[in-house]
């Protein structure tokens, strides 16, 4: 469910902020320059008398899509005509009374309702993001990704189309040749370099880096995970060809630290919160489908 800011268009009407001290500080307060709600969001323009402040543009520049690339003080002058051209245009259709016609007042309730809705998810959402929820969430899923085994393992490739028997035949024979190489103590990594063909594999010595099983195409997988670390295998077929594997290293793949899934957690957390609430929601309403025949009871419930 994704969530739009809001905020209504029109000039927003500030008043000063009242300080209540004790008498003999009043005439003080009169004669400095009073703190104003003003200050903090600043006219910026007025269209015809109506204001412009600068939290307006804020919600321009929300609804307004994508802004081409442009300087501060560009971004300003484009929002504030883009806010004018519109106080003009609606101040124009009042004048025709397009106010007044029912099809604009349903659209009214329909963007109000919109909005008051948006606005309560975002705050429900807000309000349930706690460093304990998103650590619970955390340590839940950890518990359930459970202990996953990693192979870290080069490869030597000879590629033969499928079907093509011809081509199959000599690239298992090379693959025999350079098993025959390593058996005498040749490197891996250098002969990867010089005869795979893979072209990652050139640039890499055959580096595959750290793999789970079911990465890898299962004839390439099984052969892997069946070695220990330091051997190298037979012979393997796979769609791709022909190759001969390696492992390095076998690990058991580590947990994601919580910083790093941090905002898939946070994105988790508000969508639950917001899930349930509708749900609840739901739960306690009363809904009635005119547009549809009713449903007949069950006799069960009778």
Request: proline share 5%; net charge neutral; no cysteine.
């Amino acid at each position: 469910m994704t969530l739009s800011h809001f905020a209504r268009q029109s000039g927003l009407l500030a008043g000063f902020l009242a300080v209540t001290l004790a008498t003999s500080l009043a005439l003080l307060l009169v004669t400095a320059a009073p703190l104003r709600a003003q200050d903090k969001d600043p006219l910026v323009a007025k269209i015809n008398g109506t204001e412009i402040r600068q939290s307006d543009l804020a919600v321009a520049e929300e609804e307004a899509g994508q802004i081409p690339p442009m300087s501060p003080e560009a971004k300003q002058d484009y929002l504030v005509q883009f806010l004018a051209d519109m106080i003009l245009v609606s101040k124009a259709a009042e004048t025709k009374k397009l106010g007044d016609t029912p099809a604009f007042k349903r659209k009214l309730a329909f963007t109000r309702n919109k909005l008051l809705m948006e606005a309560l998810l975002q705050s429900v959402g807000k309000e349930a993001l706690t460093d304990a929820e998103m650590h619970k969430v955390y340590d839940d899923a950890v518990k359930q990704m459970g202990e996953e085994k990693e192979v870290h393992a080069r490869h030597i490739l000879f590629r033969a189309a499928a079907g093509d028997e011809k081509a199959s035949k000599e690239a298992e024979d090379k693959v025999k040749a350079v098993i025959a190489h390593l058996k005498k103590g040749e490197d891996f990594a250098k002969l990867a370099t010089e005869l795979t063909e893979d072209p990652s594999g050139k640039a890499n010595g055959g580096d595959l880096g750290f793999f789970a099983k079911e990465q890898m195409v299962p004839e390439f997988s099984d052969t892997a995970f069946g070695l220990e670390k330091g051997q190298n295998s037979g012979p393997v077929k796979t769609q791709f060809g022909w190759h001969v594997i390696k492992v390095e290293e076998m690990r058991v793949k580590p947990q994601p630290k919580f910083d790093e899934v941090k905002p898939q957690i946070e994105q988790y957390v508000t969508r639950k919160a917001q899930a349930e609430l509708v749900t609840k929601l739901r739960a306690e309403a009363k809904i009635e489908r005119m547009d549809k025949p009713a449903t007949p009871a069950d006799p069960a419930k009778k």
